[in-house]
């Protein structure tokens, strides 16, 4: 699973650079898109689609919204949270959150040189068993400072069974946070556990720090 959640996040890496030339800190990227989902106080949401495609390369597809910082440190994020919702059976620990992690202090993201890697955050407490059917919203609350085993550090030597807040600071206060992620990329997951061609989940409010997004109706195209 880690192995090719990894492969599918690198392939996102050559759009960082047009995302971080533009005014927005956040982007859609890959199968995000901004759907209208008719609920009340939120009738747009983003929706991040996973699927097995045998004509891509990795052969899976995903989606996630993309933060990225002007500049930002691990020990700095005093926040981050999502509202959600798997609208189809979720696993293969998708959804989490993805943090590109400079180790080597270069202002650069490269993924398994110089030490530089990921370090993600799972939505919800539920290691090792985290899976389930569809779900109504969900909000995470706020996962930094967490006390549970949410933090995956293994790219940096942390626990295989993950480990806590305090623990991911341990290992990456003093680093640079590149960009965050908000990731769906568990198709895999749902096709063989479930049968289920594609794993579908919403979301919304997503937050680091004070910069929030919330999905809007998406601009029409001028004629």
Known sequence: MKRIATILLMTTLACLGAVAASRSPWSLLDTATI??????????VVQM???VDPTQYYGVTG???LY????????DIYRLSTDWQAVTPWGGGSPRFALAIDMNGDDAFTPGVNGDGWAFVYVLVQFPYFYGGSTGWLHTGNLIGSTAGIFDTTQFGGPSGYTNYAGALSLLSGKRVMSIMLVTDGGWFTSSYYGVKQQVVWANNITVNRAVYTATAPKQPRR
């Open 68 to 75: 990225t910082p002007d500049s930002l440190y691990f020990q």
């Open 49 to 51: 689609t996973s699927q």
């Open 35 to 44: 759907v209208k989902a008719g609920l009340r106080g939120a009738p747009y």
């Open 63 to 65: 989606g996630e919204v």
